[in-house]
């Protein structure tokens, strides 16, 4: 608009010095329509810059980080004419790193809707905003601005979730302080008989006490008991956001990748984290996707917090093998008091850093330290055992 209102500015300049070096009728009508024509624009675009409507939605409010969201523009007017150039930003901010993003669309609205798709994608996991913002509609000479009503184009939010590696991990049979979980496994029996896991035909070599008698006196073939296979809470995970936005990216990265190994197995665990400003401590039992994610959610949408933190003396979970401490630099404070409270489960910290960590710190006895650099997930847990 700047560009039109210069060009408009250097033909008056030029009409005006028509008009007083040139002594003669056409001059003075120059002048008049030169000084006539931006509102004479005006008002013939009036009816197309007020009866444009905008339309903006997310298709998806859930992708995985790498891909693409779909955001939908819709764009018509009410009226059988055709506006001026409009121009609308699109200002993003994800939660988690803080970044911000600002696109520029032009568009004219006609009485067809104009559909536009753009693809956001993000390189880190987060909660991102999507919002319209300082949209202007202009006349036909692009002089004159009005705002475009953005009221019918809320915000949308988009949760990015962080990215599955696939390293060469390794489960570890250890024994368990505390026994068995109390959940089963739903695709493989076991030999637990408290749990039934299903009813299948006699084979030759079953056992005569797993046939069901009664049932199989019904249907009158053999029907034998499979019995559930348990499935262990073996891991802990503690995780503690206390890096930069990149950092905490990549930690859940690692958290991500580890957790989806588990659970491709069908072993249980736990996750704690510190949750709002208030550092409300909080865990969770995952034993599928469904009780993963709002584990995600929270840490996505939640700033990073960088203070110390303290681990509860009670309400920790019993039978864990192995106790996994993610953070971006390691706390003593938060190691010793692991420690302390499982001395004979295996503890590992996974440091998840955009630099190589400084000297080591003062850590408890028996720790496993692992650093991870952005790009260096697989290789740096290939081998890994959980």
Not at 232 to 240: C, E, H, M, T
Request: proline residues 7%.
């Amino acid at each position: 608009m700047l560009k039109n209102r210069f060009s408009y500015l250097v033909v008056l300049i030029g009409a005006l010095l028509f008009f007083v070096f040139y002594n003669g009728y056409i001059s003075y009508y120059v002048l008049l329509v030169t000084l006539a024509l931006p509102w004479i624009s005006l008002l013939v675009s009036l009816p197309g810059v007020f009866g444009l409507r905008l339309k903006f939605l997310a298709e998806t409010d859930q992708v995985t980080k790498g891909q693409s969201v779909p955001l939908q523009f819709v764009i018509d007017n009410r009226l059988p004419l055709v506006s001026g150039r409009a121009r609308v930003q699109l200002h993003t901010y994800n939660s988690l790193t803080g970044e911000t993003q600002e696109e520029y669309f032009t568009f004219t609205a006609s009485r067809k809707p104009l559909r536009v798709v753009h693809r956001l994608v993000s390189s880190h996991c987060g909660q991102i905003t999507c919002q319209l913002r300082k949209g202007r509609v202009c006349d036909y000479m692009g002089i004159f601005s009005f705002p475009i009503p953005l009221s019918r184009c809320p915000v949308c939010r988009v949760t990015v979730y962080p990215a599955v590696h696939y390293p060469e991990l390794l489960i570890e049979q250890v024994f368990l302080p505390d026994g068995d979980g109390d959940s089963y496994s739903q695709t493989k029996p076991g030999d637990d008989p408290s749990e039934l896991f299903d009813l299948r035909e006699y084979r030759e070599g079953d056992k005569i006490s797993r046939i069901h008698w009664k049932l199989s006196q019904k249907t009158g073939d053999l029907l034998v008991r499979e019995f559930g296979l348990p499935i262990s809470d073996r891991v802990l995970f503690v995780l503690d956001p206390n890096g930069s936005g990149k950092e905490v990216d990549l930690l859940l990265d690692l958290f991500a990748t580890l957790s989806h190994y588990l659970l491709s197995r069908e072993l249980a665990h736990h996750v704690a984290f510190w949750k709002g400003k208030e550092q409300q401590f909080i865990l969770q039992k995952v034993t599928d996707r469904g009780t993963a994610l709002p584990v995600l959610e929270a840490l996505l949408k939640n700033p990073r917090d960088p203070e110390p933190k303290a681990i509860p003396r009670q309400g920790l979970p019993a039978g864990v093998a192995h106790v996994l401490y993610l953070c971006c630099t390691p706390d003593t404070g938060i190691a010793a008091s692991l420690r302390q409270q499982f001395p004979a489960c295996r503890f590992s910290i996974l440091a998840a850093s955009e630099q190589p960590l400084p000297a080591e710190k003062s850590l408890p006895a028996n720790v496993e330290l692992t650093a991870v650099q952005p790009g260096t997930v697989t290789e740096s847990l290939n081998g890994f055992r959980l």
